[in-house]
């Protein structure tokens, strides 16, 4: 029960959509009045929870920290998309982690700031980069209630460029169908690895996202290697294995070429990529390269399906995620319910 007939919560209007949502919680019988100047919505909802402002604790308590949660969730959501772009070398990779700095961390907090709400949002995002990776095409979505999208929609980009750290950008964000899924909706994904073979001439202003390779590479045995492993195959041989995690990946191309002498870059595009892959077969194609090893030895630890540890994995500074490609809205349904299906193996044959 309520300690006295009615609750009178100060709210900050300066929350923007929780303001909204704390009008409703007093529009619905918790006695909530909305005046300026007064406690956050994430305040209010620590204090009523923990029996403050005049609610008893326990079962009461409990009961209203609750009406404040299902006040949020209860509201007409839009979903949006987010495209990103970020520096990955001072990030210890995209997913959050407790006391760590991740671009996840970062964006979600930018976003609870701008959107006005009660708690940061949570993303879902197209691929979970490692440490040190970088992205120019990376792709995120989350539901926020709609009011709060329309009252930010129009200053979102410039507030979030405003709150933002420098080495992470979000060009782009907006509404998107309800069935669009950034990370199950994807038809493919694009990453390229760069490398300089030429230690001597290696551009100093790259050396953050360009690794040095001290033998000259030759592409052609790389190219040939590489042919052996596009289509469907079970990279078990280059990934770190997960629990309950299928290894099957549809590799669609695997390709290198210099676009200035001295720099070899690496285009790798697949439907999915589990962890490590794209490294892995990287640090064996270099192997091939500079003729540590043979042309057909890729070819033979792919089917042996087991790691090799003569397989480097290399580091993740030369690797970016550069593009996440859609289907057309009305495909969007039917994509991810194929890509949630789990792959057993290649067909007979």
Same mark, same amino acid.
């Given at each position: 029960?309520?300690?006295?007939?009615?609750?009178?919560?100060?709210?900050?209007?300066?929350?923007?959509?929780?303001?909204?949502?704390?009008?409703?919680?007093?529009?619905?019988?918790? /006695?909530?009045?909305?005046?300026?100047?007064?406690?956050?919505?994430?305040?209010?909802?620590?204090?009523?929870?923990? /029996?403050?402002?005049?609610?008893?604790?326990?079962?009461?308590?409990?009961?209203?920290?609750?009406?404040?949660?299902?006040?949020?969730?209860?509201?007409?959501?839009?979903?949006?998309?987010?495209?990103?772009?970020?520096?990955?070398?001072? *990030?210890?990779?995209?997913?959050?982690?407790?006391?760590?700095?991740?671009?996840?961390?970062?964006?979600?907090?930018?976003?609870?700031?701008?959107?006005?709400?009660?708690?940061?949002?949570?993303?879902?995002?197209?691929?979970?980069?490692?440490?040190?990776?970088?992205?120019?095409?990376?792709?995120?979505?989350?539901?926020?209630?709609?009011?709060?999208?329309?009252?930010?929609?129009?200053?979102?980009?410039?507030?979030?460029?405003?709150?933002?750290?420098?080495?992470?950008?979000?060009?782009?964000?907006?509404?998107?169908?309800?069935?669009?899924?950034?990370?199950?909706?994807?038809?493919?994904?694009?990453?390229?690895?760069?490398?300089?073979?030429?230690?001597?001439?290696?551009?100093?202003?790259?050396?953050?996202?360009?690794?040095?390779?001290?033998?000259?590479?030759?592409?052609?045995?790389?190219?040939?290697?590489?042919?052996?492993?596009?289509?469907?195959?079970? *990279?078990?041989?280059?990934?770190?294995?997960?629990?309950?995690?299928?290894?099957?990946?549809?590799?669609?191309?695997?390709?290198?070429?210099?676009?200035?002498? /001295?720099?070899?870059?690496?285009?790798?595009?697949?439907?999915?990529?589990?962890?490590?892959?794209?490294?892995?077969?990287?640090?064996?194609?270099?192997?091939?390269?500079?003729?540590?090893?043979?042309? /057909?030895?890729?070819?033979?630890?792919?089917?042996?399906?087991?790691?090799?540890?003569?397989?480097?994995?290399?580091?993740?500074?030369?690797?970016?995620?550069?593009?996440?490609?859609?289907?057309?809205?009305?495909?969007?349904?039917?994509?991810?319910?194929?890509?949630?299906?789990?792959?057993?193996?290649?067909?007979?044959?």
């Amino acid at each position: 029960m309520l300690a006295r007939p009615e609750v009178s919560v100060i709210m900050d209007r300066a929350v923007g959509c929780g303001g909204e949502v704390a009008g409703q919680l007093g529009a619905g019988g918790l /006695g909530v009045r909305d005046e300026p100047g007064g406690a956050s919505v994430p305040e209010v909802a620590g204090q009523l929870g923990a /029996g403050g402002l005049g609610v008893q604790g326990g079962p009461a308590g409990a009961s209203a920290q609750a009406a404040v949660s299902t006040a949020v969730s209860s509201q007409p959501a839009v979903r949006l998309r987010l495209d990103l772009a970020y520096d990955g070398a001072a *990030f210890h990779g995209w997913a959050r982690q407790p006391g760590l700095r991740t671009v996840q961390q970062t964006v979600e907090d930018a976003l609870g700031r701008v959107l006005g709400l009660p708690a940061p949002p949570r993303l879902t995002v197209a691929g979970r980069t490692d440490a040190g990776v970088h992205a120019r095409g990376q792709v995120a979505h989350l539901d926020v209630p709609a009011h709060c999208w329309a009252q930010a929609a129009d200053t979102a980009a410039r507030r979030l460029a405003r709150l933002l750290p420098a080495d992470v950008r979000v060009p782009a964000i907006g509404s998107v169908p309800a069935d669009f899924d950034a990370r199950f909706s994807a038809l493919w994904r694009r990453y390229s690895y760069r490398v300089c073979d030429d230690p001597a001439g290696a551009d100093p202003l790259r050396r953050h996202d360009t690794l040095c390779h001290p033998r000259p590479l030759d592409l052609g045995r790389m190219n040939e290697a590489a042919a052996a492993c596009t289509g469907e195959h079970d *990279f078990a041989a280059f990934c770190r294995r997960r629990a309950g995690a299928t290894t099957v990946r549809q590799l669609i191309q695997l390709t290198w070429a210099r676009p200035v002498p /001295g720099v070899a870059v690496a285009t790798v595009v697949a439907d999915a990529f589990c962890h490590n892959m794209v490294r892995s077969l990287t640090g064996a194609m270099l192997a091939v390269g500079d003729r540590s090893r043979p042309v /057909g030895w890729l070819a033979g630890v792919l089917a042996a399906g087991i790691r090799d540890p003569a397989v480097r994995v290399v580091p993740p500074h030369g690797l970016c995620l550069e593009e996440v490609r859609y289907p057309p809205a009305g495909e969007l349904a039917a994509r991810g319910g194929a890509t949630r299906r789990v792959r057993l193996g290649p067909g007979p044959g």
